[in-house]
């Protein structure tokens, strides 16, 4: 019975540990070109090991309906993630969603609208 309750506690320990160090992305930078119809994104999002903890996913939505799952295996850098889409059905005054996902734990979220 000990042995039990002294592996559940450490098991409960190294879980909680392994998200310590996990966090959302801390900020997104959204431009929309309506003359390219391109959107990028640099989404910031510190990491010691980019391959180990690095922005996993980023979607992107277009008033509200998602349209693009980008799946990432690793981020570019240390510090940031660089995206770019072709949205070709966005019109001025439409919102389009950019939420990047922490491999880990957490995401952000960032709306513009687009115009002229």
Known sequence: MRKIIL???????????????????????????LKTRILTAI?????????????????????????????ISKQDTNTTQFAAYMIPDAKVGDTIGVEAYCNISGKLKKDIKVSQ
């Open 7 to 33: 592996l559940t506690v450490s098991c409960v320990f190294i879980f909680m540990c392994s998200g310590a160090f996990a966090h959302p992305p801390t900020d997104i930078k959204v431009e929309y070109s």
């Open 43 to 71: 989404i910031t999002h510190p990491a010691a090991d980019p391959v180990k903890h690095h922005i996993g996913k980023v979607d992107i939505s277009l008033n509200g309906e998602e349209i693009i799952e980008h799946k």
